[in-house]
């Protein structure tokens, strides 16, 4: 058993709810920071929209939902949200401005034992590990989307990581449900997405420049690998915002994929933002891919 009981999630966006919401389901007190009540308000209406997803997927009852509900709470006051902390996970934008800001201000308020970590996806932690104000409690955890079904937690850390703190975060992860999946040296991406981008990248770029349309490209994947989704159905599961700006920071002055990010834009500004609104490349509850007919010729 880690001495992990209080954590806080900042960053209540599509990844983070479900973070905040798989560790409380799984007997952490759980609190939810973001920027204002807007965002508080819609975090906890992410949350809340998870019951069907557990139910369906892993079989949990209205009452184990419930109880995980009640182990929550959710603040736009940052001292409010970390003064018990005895664990930060940060799931803000992939913006370096906003990390390293945040991890600045939490460094003031959060007890100086309180261990940080970063779901990152594309930063390893040295990048901020100095704003942090506590190198050796600092590390990186990295979840995939829909926690509660693709249970794995990516974790690396530093030169500078305590090992009992790296130790402490891998049983942590096995807490809360999750595989560790330990790295062993900084790697952008860690494993996950060092596997996943060039595919994403490739599906990018085939629509930017109008070779293939999107349900084609999925077509392509689905049939040729056996795979449950293709590219364009993980842009709808990852949010189109979060896929916009990680290309715009990675590919941004690549004039390949200038297309893409103006299509994804377009319809951003549209409200398709993906699988969390309701409509990106597919509608959902019921998305094309996952018709059985989808495949067929």
């Known amino acids: 058993m880690t001495n992990i009981h209080n954590v806080t999630v900042a960053g209540g966006g599509v990844l983070g709810s479900q973070i905040a919401y798989q560790s409380a389901f799984k007997g952490k007190k759980v609190t939810i920071y973001d920027i204002n009540d807007q965002a508080v308000a819609a975090a906890e209406e992410r949350v809340k929209n998870l019951r069907d997803s557990y139910k369906h997927d892993i079989n949990a009852t209205d009452e184990q939902f419930d109880a995980g509900l009640n182990n929550m709470s959710f603040t736009a006051d940052m001292a409010e949200a970390v003064k018990d902390a005895d664990l930060v996970i940060e799931a803000v934008p992939e913006k370096p401005s906003i990390k390293h800001d945040l991890y600045q201000n939490l460094a003031k308020l959060a007890p100086k034992d309180t261990i940080f970590t970063s779901n990152s996806s594309t930063y390893v932690p040295s990048t901020f590990a100095a704003d942090t104000g506590r190198p050796d409690k600092f590390l990186n955890m990295h979840f995939a989307n829909q926690v509660w079904l693709y249970n794995t937690a990516e974790i690396m850390g530093t030169d500078q990581t305590d090992p009992k703190v790296f130790d402490e975060i891998v049983d942590y992860a096995k807490e809360i449900g999750m595989v ?89 500004d549209e409200g398709k933002t993906g699988k969390d609104s309701g409509e990106g490349f597919y509608t959902y509850p019921n998305p094309a891919f996952a018709d059985p007919d989808f495949l067929k010729a």
């Open 180 to 268: 560790p999946i330990v790295l062993k040296k900084e790697q952008p991406g860690y494993v996950l997405n060092t596997l996943l981008i060039p595919l994403l990248e490739a599906a990018s770029y085939l629509w930017g420049q109008g070779i293939a349309d999107p349900e084609t490209v999925d077509k392509t994947w689905m049939i040729a690998t056996g795979a449950p989704m293709g590219p364009f159905a993980i842009f709808d599961v990852v949010g189109l915002r979060t896929a916009f700006n990680i290309t715009k920071e990675q590919r941004g002055d690549n004039p390949d994929f200038k297309p893409f990010l103006e299509k994804i834009q377009k319809m951003m």
